[in-house]
């Protein structure tokens, strides 16, 4: 084979196995992940819908500062010491999850990926711990759904109630969101 001829195929090869990488992910969650409920906190119905989507906040996103590692802790507290950093750190965590009743709801959020059971893998800011401060933002990745039209004011009455949960499929724990549930 010619090495013009390969330069070509590695050029037209590369760039697909990029786009196949990206997508490997989310149709594994879709195809063999396992579907789990969460809650929504309700959110201002005027800024709820931008065309056909939805904005969410899942309560599992905002963590009780006990629920917390203390490894993980440290490390946030490491960080904000650090007065000559001028961006802030993103630090990624493993959110441990437990089923009660048909809900799933945060277990434990730590530095290390937990042995068994669902979780979630996100992040937090490290500029965001405050002492004064009961719960962090933990960032899923998860937090917009897209409408089929003309459904958005049956979902928005039912936001607006604070009926509103998600459906997630979760594999390795990443999320990808299934549906709503109202």
């Known amino acids: 084979m010619k090495p013009s001829l390969k330069k070509f195929l590695l050029i ?7 786009l196949l990488g990206m997508v490997i992910k989310p149709v594994s969650a879709y195809m063999f992940g396992e579907r789990i409920v969460l809650e929504t906190i309700p959110v201002d119905p005027t800024s709820l819908f931008y065309g056909d989507y939805m904005s969410l906040q ?14 993980l802790m440290k490390e946030l507290i490491s960080h904000r010491s650090d007065e000559y950093s001028l961006f802030s750190k993103t630090i990624p965590v493993y959110t441990a999850l437990e089923k009660k009743g048909d809900i ?13 059971g669902l979780y979630l893998k996100g ?37 607006q109630q604070g009926n509103i949960k998600v459906a997630l499929k979760i594999k390795n724990g990443y999320g990808l969101i299934d549906g709503l549930v109202y």
Request: net charge negative; proline share 4%; no cysteine.
């Open 58 to 71: 899942l309560k599992i996103s905002e963590v009780p500062k006990e629920l917390l590692s203390e490894s």
């Open 123 to 159: 992040k937090i800011n490290s500029y965001i711990l405050q002492y004064d401060q009961q719960n962090l933002y933990v960032d899923y990745g998860i937090d917009r759904y897209y409408v089929e039209e003309n459904t958005g004011k049956e979902i928005e009455n039912h936001a």
């Open 12 to 18: 037209l090869i590369v760039p697909l196995l990029i």
């Open 104 to 116: 799933y709801r945060a277990k434990a959020v730590s530095l290390d990926k937990p042995k068994n």
